[in-house]
């Protein structure tokens, strides 16, 4: 069936779409002040995640990508969970697009015997808050986090879930 949502495993040839669901979202919806250079792992997918034993999940319905879920390796059993987005539309219990998304990404952790789990995000997405901690992230403080954490220009909210709770 056509109109059905599925999950799966994005690289470069996917960039251009990539970066047309994420910049809107970012700039126009949250008016986050993040500009395409301050995130050039989008114009290489395959070297800032997947060459690195990270992944890059993509949301397609119709043929059209709706939303996008990143895994960065970190080292220490540990990654750092990029580029969480999800189009207005696609957002919600109707497709549990998000939902989809993290666990496939969550699976992915387990085969790979991570451990934790870090992400950072900005104050104005509060349903994403509310998402993550649905999901057993516990909120964490910008010096709790590890010295090994790559930090984004724009975030303020860091999480961590640790997985031995999920296996």
């Not at 994403?128 to 057993?136: G, P, V």
């Amino acid at each position: 069936m056509a109109n059905t949502l599925t999950i799966k495993l994005l690289d470069n040839t996917y960039c251009d779409q990539i970066i047309g669901v994420i910049l809107p979202i970012q700039l126009i919806e949250f008016k986050v002040p993040i500009t395409m250079e301050g995130q050039p792992d989008l114009l290489d997918i395959a070297t800032t995640y997947l060459n690195t034993g990270g992944g890059f999940w993509g949301a397609i319905y119709n043929n059209e990508l709706v939303g996008t879920i990143a895994l960065m390796p970190l080292g220490h059993n540990a990654a750092a969970i990029r580029k969480m987005f999800v189009k207005k539309e696609f957002r919600g219990k109707e497709y549990g697009t998000a939902q989809l998304l993290f666990e496939t990404l969550l699976a992915y952790s387990k085969e790979q015997g991570l451990s934790d789990l870090y992400l950072g995000t900005v104050d104005m997405l509060k349903a994403a808050h509310r998402f993550y901690e649905r999901n057993d992230f516990i909120k964490k403080e910008r010096q709790e986090m590890p010295d090994y954490f790559p930090h984004m220009m724009s975030e303020n909210i860091y999480y961590h879930l640790p997985l031995k709770n999920k296996l």
